[in-house]
């Protein structure tokens, strides 16, 4: 048995999320506890109060969200940490979700960790205010017709690929105008379904070279270190251990494509048959399973998903 442990990104966050490991595991609660110290000087209200209570709308604010999935992955990979030890042969995350992934893999400390999220999130929303972008969920289409897609909508404005998750299921990101204009063009090349997403900004595109350029100019300041397991890069599809490797990839996701699908088919080919999601949901699960039926996949979001696991 070869296990992969993934880590999901934003838009998996819900109110109550993590609340149980938080109650129930002594190393789950210092994460919470360390996330709690690291923050208190840079947001207003407290993250468990937010996470556990809500109001929702507060919790999808990006400021929260991202620190949100980060600290109850992470508390929830402490808890379970020694089921896996000697086994994981790769850790991957989805967008934010590598941040999680490198935690695991032994890149930087919690704090770090929490600091380093903290600074993305902001420079990421400082950029999705000084650019009118969105993104779409598009369904039923391959990247050939994606990217036919977006040279459809190109008078009406930018439009690239941002999120390659699954067969038939790509989010486009990039000018609000071609957003709207791609529901009418997409539905012309045959997709099945145009979702629109409450996203604050075009993430995953050249919008946001502002945060890309922000966080490379940061983060030589933040102590990342090579990995103890290899981390599969969303922008390169590959592994990286090196914490010049990290750093770049890093910097690259801002604007890159997550290559999510890639990813996945890369740790099949080097003898991975289970993967562990870790986090709020199940989304990467479904996406894994829509990638490769073959491989058992596993979720663990709630102390009683922890029956579950068949390893």
């Known amino acids: 048995m070869k296990i992969a442990l993934v880590f999901p990104g934003q838009g998996a966050q819900y109110v109550g999320m993590g609340f149980d490991f938080c109650e129930s595991n002594e190393r789950a609660n210092a994460i919470f506890a360390a996330a709690e110290f690291e923050l208190k000087k840079r947001l207003p209200d407290r993250l468990k109060d937010v996470m556990f209570l809500g109001p929702e709308e507060e ?65 990421m929303q400082e950029a999705s205010n000084g650019a009118k972008g969105s993104m779409a969920a598009v369904l039923g289409l391959d990247s050939v017709k994606i990217k036919e897609l977006c040279e459809k909508v190109s008078s009406s404005g930018y439009m690239t690929a941002a999120n390659i998750n699954s067969p038939g299921q790509i989010v486009v990101s990039g000018d609000a105008s071609a957003i709207d204009a791609g529901e009418a063009a997409a539905k012309e090349l045959g997709a099945k379904r145009y979702i629109k997403l409450a996203v604050a900004g075009a993430f995953h595109s050249r919008l946001m070279q502002s945060a890309a350029d922000g966080l490379k100019a940061e983060i030589g300041s933040y102590g990342i270190k090579d990995a103890a397991i290899p981390v599969i890069s969303n922008f390169l599809a590959s592994e990286v251990t090196s914490a010049g490797d990290i750093r770049n990839a890093l910097i690259s996701q801002v604007t890159g494509a997550v290559r999510w699908t890639e990813s996945v088919e890369y740790m099949i080919s080097k003898g991975v048959d289970t993967f562990v999601e870790i986090g709020p949901g199940a989304v990467l699960s479904g996406l894994i399973k829509k990638i490769d039926k073959n491989v058992k996949v596993f979720n663990i979001d709630k102390v009683s998903d922890l029956g579950k696991l068949a390893l």
């Open 59 to 123: 919790l999808k604010k990006t400021e929260y969200t991202q620190p949100a999935i980060f600290t109850m992955s992470c508390a929830i990979y402490e808890a379970v940490k020694d089921r896996f030890a000697g086994k994981i042969a790769f850790t991957a995350g989805h967008s934010l979700g590598e941040y999680s992934a490198l935690y695991a893999a032994g890149a930087f400390t919690f704090e770090e960790g929490i600091r380093l999220v903290s600074r993305r999130g902001a420079l």
